[in-house]
């Protein structure tokens, strides 16, 4: 049973465009929520958090939305670089500190310019 | 830069034989974990430490060992490898309330 689902393989989108990535969760005990970018042959990268005390995070080019009663949330990119194709994955944890993360399946973003 | 390392960074091994994975972190984090990436399932935590010689099971363990006796070494152990263990290995370690991770291994069981 997959408790973070992204249900979006893959996105394209324009340089200078927005991108929104999608991520859905099933467990209401999930309080933590962080998303990664990974590169080709590298580990993936922290972007950006949020707790569930809050709707938005944001962080540069970089929001992250976070609708508890739809138990869904997003990622905004803006404006996208081609520099910013990569999966992302998003996570969940239980609690903060010490996590035990469940992550998505991730959604492959190219940015054309 | 969270100053981890893995190692080896590939390995290629035959079935049944064992491999052991090392992650190596230099800033005495507490808590470290060891991921598996496969197509399809994202990342899944195989098995994670919340200190020396304290150990716990994650979502993927049957067929891992691990062990941790000192703070920045965790190692992995497949006592004996099979092909459903052909993946990407990360280990992560926490700061505050976020993790970051490795440079991963490949492993390949043939």
């Known amino acids: 049973d997959q408790q973070v689902k992204q249900n979006s393989p893959s996105l394209s989108v324009q340089e200078g465009r927005i991108s929104i990535l999608n991520c859905d969760y099933t467990?209401?005990?999930?309080?933590?929520f962080l998303w990664y970018k990974k590169y080709p042959a590298e580990g993936p990268t922290f972007l950006i958090s949020?707790?569930?005390?809050?709707d938005k995070n944001e962080d540069g080019r970089f929001t992250v939305f976070l609708n508890k009663s739809a138990k869904h949330l997003s990622l905004h990119i803006v404006p996208s670089q081609p520099g910013d194709s990569a999966v992302y994955f998003c996570?969940?944890?239980?609690?903060?500190?010490?996590?035990?993360?469940?992550f998505g399946t991730g959604t492959r973003l190219l940015v054309s310019p | 830069d969270a100053g981890i390392t893995q190692s080896p960074r590939h390995k290629v091994t035959e079935t049944g034989t064992p491999v052991t994975l090392r992650c190596h972190q230099t800033?005495?984090?507490?808590?470290m974990y060891w991921y598996r990436q496969d197509p399809g399932h994202g990342l899944r935590l195989i098995h994670y430490?919340?200190?020396?010689?304290?150990?716990d099971k994650g979502e993927v363990s049957d067929g891992y060992s691990v062990s941790r006796s000192k703070t920045e070494d965790f190692l992995l152990t497949l006592e004996s490898a099979t092909s459903s263990q052909t993946s990407v290995y990360f280990c992560?370690?926490?700061?505050?309330?976020?993790?970051?991770f490795g440079p991963g291994t490949r492993l390949t069981v043939l």
């Open positions: 992560a370690i926490s700061v505050t309330n976020e993790q970051f």
């Open positions: 467990n209401s005990m999930f309080d933590y």
């Open positions: 949020i707790s569930s005390i809050k």
């Open positions: 996570a969940a944890s239980e609690n903060t500190g010490f996590q035990k993360l469940v």
């Open positions: 800033e005495n984090h507490r808590y």
């Open positions: 430490s919340y200190g020396v010689k304290d150990t």
